[in-house]
């Protein structure tokens, strides 16, 4: 019994991992469109757990990502976020993306001591680039320069402070992609961030007519090492279903906003969506 | 065409690069204020070079009991409890706490502190609505989460309460201040370095005015630097304690007995 149960799994696995010309997805025109220069084509959609997009164009995709959206529950306030990836070349063996997106949210938070409400700005800026180098192995990098904007106001007790904060982060990335079939292909990626600008808040505090404190600060992180991780995992292709997953170690960056959160651990990573 | 398209290409890589370039140089800075090096007055209170003598006694003693009683009336202590009153919890709110930054978040902070404050009248009395006193405009730094001991700026005709009844004291001028400790808010633990290059007077009716001078505010005593033969001495004020410091010994004067007797029983007389 147990011996016919695997022989079934077994069937179901080959059938997912070997060649089948009747559901090859990838070709030249579709390639893995998350972490690498490719993009919808024109008048193709996306709806994924993560990411909705749609191409507009040969060389113009426009979309949204869900987690930001879904933040506005707890956060009781819309966050909107919108982005555009532009194909500035697309030639057989080398794409170039830029990728641009916004991210907006406002806070409050009311305490029986404490108020405070502020607005946050996320604007990541993308380079991607795809390569074939062999038949069965692609390339892909990244580089991303991501500028954060805050501001806010807090009052505690008979204290009022008002701020705005600046920071500016520089993250590479690169994957690996051997397709071992057109739906099948073994990926390994790693990330890093290389660069993180000190976080410069300005404040303003207390009354005008009676004392007012002015503060800059630059705040600096003193982590020892570079944010990075690599993460092996699948991805599988099939004509309009997509699903990626992979595990792997070092920083974890939280999804669509890129922040490293400090410490090794197991970083786990997925991605289901449909494409039509 | 092909090589054309190619160079166009290379160009677009480039100005891209370019535009990032450009963005990571314009990284966010602050500019901090650049303080006073107050090395030598400090040097000079720890250890004064002058010395005291039969020759100058009578002068010094005199000329220290005129200014540390003009001080001592003027009480820039008060001032400055005032100001580090406003401050502290400002500080504390931005995770300030005791003068050093809250290194938990594995955090560096620099910063430059700029503080206007409203000076608080000739009376401890709620001022009117509308009534100005002057003010001070102080500035400070963060390096590296520690406060800065030296906090400087002016004063604009900043009039506070003088320590006799009736009486107000104004501050005219550049001061610079060291804070020997962190911020407190006690008397008996505010232990500062005053210079002023300018003018604090009093409105008593024995009308004092200091210029130009240095101090140490070292909770309620108070300590004076008086030139003597292009060193110094130190003349101080605790309690009813009237004396000197010199490059050999510390001396308690008695104005009556118009005597200083040091530590070793060593006197000298007038």
């Known amino acids: 019994m147990r011996t016919a149960k695997a022989a079934g799994l077994a069937a179901a696995l080959l059938g997912v991992l070997l060649p089948s010309r009747a559901s090859a997805y990838h070709d030249q025109n579709h390639g893995l469109i998350d972490y690498t220069a490719h993009s919808l084509n024109g008048g193709e959609l996306r709806l994924g757990l993560f990411e909705q997009n749609v191409g507009i164009h040969r060389y113009v995709q426009v979309g949204t990502e869900t987690l930001p959206w879904l933040a506005s529950l707890f956060l009781r306030s819309v966050a909107p976020n919108v982005n555009v990836k532009l194909g500035l070349v697309r030639s057989k063996p080398f794409d170039l993306s830029l990728r641009g997106a916004v991210y907006y949210a406002y806070l409050a938070a009311e305490h029986s001591d404490a108020a405070g409400r502020g607005d946050l700005w996320l604007l990541p800026v993308s380079l991607y680039t795809s390569s074939r180098l062999l038949p069965w192995l692609s390339v892909h990098t990244e580089a991303t320069f991501t500028w954060l904007a805050a501001g806010a106001k807090v009052d505690v007790e008979e204290l009022s402070v008002r701020g705005t904060g600046i920071s500016n982060s520089l993250q590479l990335g690169a994957m690996l992609e051997?397709?071992?079939?057109?739906?099948?292909?073994?990926?390994?990626?790693?990330?890093?961030?290389?660069?993180?600008?000190?976080?410069?808040?300005?404040?303003?505090?207390?009354?005008?007519?009676?004392?007012?404190?002015?503060?800059?600060?630059?705040?600096?992180?003193?982590?020892?090492?570079?944010?990075?991780?690599?993460?092996?995992?699948?991805?599988?292709?099939?004509?309009?279903?997509?699903?990626?997953?992979?595990?792997?170690?070092?920083?974890?960056?939280?999804?669509?906003?890129?922040?490293?959160?400090?410490?090794?651990?197991?970083?786990?990573?997925?991605?289901?969506?449909?494409?039509? | 065409m092909a090589r054309s398209s190619s160079a166009s290409d290379r160009r677009l890589v480039w100005h891209l690069g370019a535009w990032l370039v450009l963005v990571l140089a314009c990284s966010p800075q602050i500019s901090q204020p650049e303080l006073a090096d107050l090395g030598d007055t400090l040097a000079a209170y720890e250890s004064p070079r002058g010395v005291l003598s039969s020759d100058n006694v009578e002068e010094l003693v005199a000329t220290a009991a005129q200014r540390l009683r003009g001080l001592s009336l003027a009480n820039p202590q008060q001032l400055i409890l005032a100001v580090v009153d406003d401050l502290e919890p400002e500080l504390e709110a931005r995770g300030l706490v005791d003068s050093t930054v809250d290194e938990r978040h594995s955090l560096s902070v620099d910063a430059s502190l700029r503080l206007r404050v409203a000076c608080p009248g000739p009376t401890h009395d709620e001022p009117d609505a509308g009534a100005t006193f002057g003010s001070l405009n102080l500035v400070t730094r963060v390096d590296d989460n520690a406060?800065?001991?030296?906090?400087?700026?002016?004063?604009?005709?900043?009039?506070?309460?003088?320590?006799?009844?009736?009486?107000?004291?104004?501050?005219?001028?550049?001061?610079?201040?060291?804070?020997?400790?962190?911020?407190?808010?006690?008397?008996?633990?505010?232990?500062?370095?005053?210079?002023?290059?300018?003018?604090?007077?009093?409105?008593?009716?024995?009308?004092?005015?200091?210029?130009?001078?240095?101090?140490?505010?070292?909770?309620?005593?108070?300590?004076?630097?008086?030139?003597?033969?292009?060193?110094?001495?130190?003349?101080?004020?605790d309690g009813e304690t009237l004396g000197i410091r010199d490059a050999r010994a510390r001396y308690t004067c008695v104005l009556e007995t118009r005597v200083c007797q040091a530590g070793d029983g060593a006197t000298l007389t007038w």
Not at chain 1, 226 to 240: C, D, E, F, R
Not at chain 2, 158 to 181: K, V
Request: with cysteine; hydrophobic share 45%; net charge negative.
């Open chain 2, 147 to 237: 406060l800065a001991h030296v906090i400087q700026g002016q004063a604009h005709a900043c009039t506070f309460p003088a320590s006799e009844e009736a009486a107000s004291s104004m501050l005219d001028g550049d001061i610079f201040l060291y804070r020997y400790d962190a911020l407190s808010t006690q008397v008996a633990d505010a232990r500062f370095l005053l210079v002023v290059e300018g003018a604090l007077s009093t409105t008593s009716a024995e009308g004092t005015e200091l210029r130009n001078f240095d101090a140490r505010l070292l909770g309620p005593s108070l300590e004076l630097r008086l030139d003597v033969g292009g060193a110094e001495v130190i003349a101080f004020l």
């Open chain 1, 178 to 276: 051997a397709r071992v079939n057109p739906v099948v292909a073994v990926t390994l990626r790693g990330r890093l961030q290389p660069y993180t600008s000190p976080t410069v808040v300005r404040s303003r505090s207390g009354e005008a007519d009676s004392f007012q404190l002015d503060a800059d600060a630059k705040l600096s992180s003193n982590l020892s090492h570079v944010p990075l991780n690599v993460i092996a995992g699948l991805a599988l292709s099939w004509k309009n279903v997509n699903l990626q997953f992979g595990m792997g170690f070092g920083n974890y960056f939280i999804p669509s906003f890129g922040v490293p959160i400090p410490g090794a651990r197991l970083v786990p990573d997925g991605s289901f969506f449909v494409r039509f």
